[in-house]
């Protein structure tokens, strides 16, 4: 996220895109950040919504911009900060929750079994005084976000203009505690987004006729949630009665890191106007997703969870290990090279005709496997037709 106070111009391109961008086929979008200059300017803001204007959320959202010289005419600095706080309620739920006689109850009499053990530790709020042992309860799950963005730029002239370069650090973090909801509040999950890019450029006019631009970058980008007390297994009743233990099946990591450098030459001359350049990006990813890693077991009613009579437990296993019984390893790390070159001549004909040709080459590579843990294939076995190479293939982990 970039607050629109801290952008100098955005630019939206929806077709006829030149040689020079590629990777995208719907809309080209270009935003620049604002920069410093001669003068100190700067601004303050503050958006505010309660329940006196919207009755189901609450927002406040500060934010400010200053910019101005360190050097006049050669050294400028500018800066950003918003942040955005979001509350409100969802539509009602009803849900059928352990009463306090369920809490009360005693499946065996020299001590507690394991459900009994999970309901006492983790109660929800509030629970019913039913007689029975599940009743309705109505909630309005919370709608929450927290997002906090802040950039730093700094611009450096020379040459008496002729020759710019910058540099840029922008930092955001998003979040909202509520992503995964339950009544059972120790076992909500929020969901974060973390986001460090820093980026580098160069610009300027060997001679009047000739231009070029440079630019460097390095993004990271870290995004995912947790399974709450990953050490209960997911609990479901066939009764519909709501069980403590996170509603997740699984937890999520993925962070992304990019090195993206950036180059281009222009040429004017006569009728002309000549563009080549090239980029190359190098994408790290790294993460897991969980699935069904901690176990699930299913019983027909909320009488079975308290004595601990469990009608189904599922795991997993890893299959290629078969018919050894290991629980897999959910990590992995990839990365991946792409780069492209193009060249492009904007020709004007005779006043009224503009011509323009280009040519674009773009490696997008494929992404490799690192670390340990690799992911594995099938490799199909010998046989006259294929679906006796199915039946005696095997497992094969995939090369490096």
């Known amino acids: 996220p970039v607050a629109p106070e801290a952008l100098q111009e955005y630019r939206v391109s929806m077709a006829h895109f030149s040689a020079e961008y590629g990777r995208t086929a719907g809309l080209l979008a270009n935003a620049v950040t604002r920069s410093g200059g001669n003068q100190w ?4 803001y503050h958006y505010l919504k309660d329940e006196g204007v919207s009755a189901d959320h609450r927002e406040a959202q500060p934010g400010a911009w200053i910019g101005g010289p360190i050097v006049r005419d050669s050294l400028f600095v500018s800066g ?7 509350r409100a309620r969802q539509e009602p739920v009803t849900l059928y929750m352990p009463t306090l006689t369920a809490h009360q109850f005693q499946a065996e009499p020299d001590g507690k079994s394991q459900g009994q053990q999970w309901l006492e530790g983790y109660q929800p709020r509030p629970i019913p005084t039913d007689r029975a042992w599940s009743a309705p309860v109505t909630f309005e799950p919370p709608a929450s976000l927290d997002r906090g963005f802040a950039l730093a730029r700094l611009d450096r002239l020379f040459g008496s203009g002729a020759w710019r370069t910058f540099g840029r650090l922008l930092g955001a973090r ?13 076992f909500s999950s929020a969901l974060w ?7 580098l450029g160069l610009a300027g006019s060997p001679r009047p006729s000739l231009s070029l631009e440079a630019r460097l970058s390095v993004a990271d980008d870290d995004l995912g949630w947790d399974r709450a007390h990953p050490e209960i297994p997911t609990l479901f009743s066939s009764d519909e009665t709501v069980l403590p233990g996170s509603p997740a099946f699984y937890a999520y990591r993925n962070r992304m890191r990019n090195w993206e450098g950036l180059g281009s030459l222009q040429w004017t001359g ?4 000549l563009k080549a350049g090239g980029g190359y990006l190098r994408r790290t990813i790294q ?8 176990g699930r077991f299913l019983f027909d009613n909320l009488t079975d969870f308290l004595f601990g009579w469990p009608s189904l437990w599922q795991g997993v296993v890893e299959r290629a290990r078969l018919p050894e019984l290991v629980k897999p390893d959910y990590r992995r790390r990839y990365r991946n090279h792409q780069f492209f070159l193009f060249a492009e001549d904007a020709w ?7 011509v323009t040709a280009g ?21 199909l076995g010998e046989g006259a037709s294929l679906a006796e190479r199915i039946a005696r293939a095997a497992w094969d982990v995939l090369p490096q």
């Open 80 to 86: 950003a900060f918003e942040w955005l706080r979001h």
């Open 348 to 354: 004007k004909v005779r006043p009224g005709l503009l």
């Open 287 to 294: 993460g897991y997703l969980t699935a069904g890693r901690d």
């Open 174 to 186: 998003v979040e909202r505690p509520d992503f995964i909801w339950t009544p059972y509040t120790e």
């Open 270 to 273: 006569g009728a002309h106007f």
């Open 193 to 199: 987004q973390n986001t460090l890019g820093l980026a």
């Open 359 to 379: 040519l674009r080459y773009e490696s997008f590579g494929r992404p490799r496997s690192l670390g340990p843990v690799r992911d594995a294939g099938i490799r």
């Open 41 to 44: 300017h700067g601004m303050a």
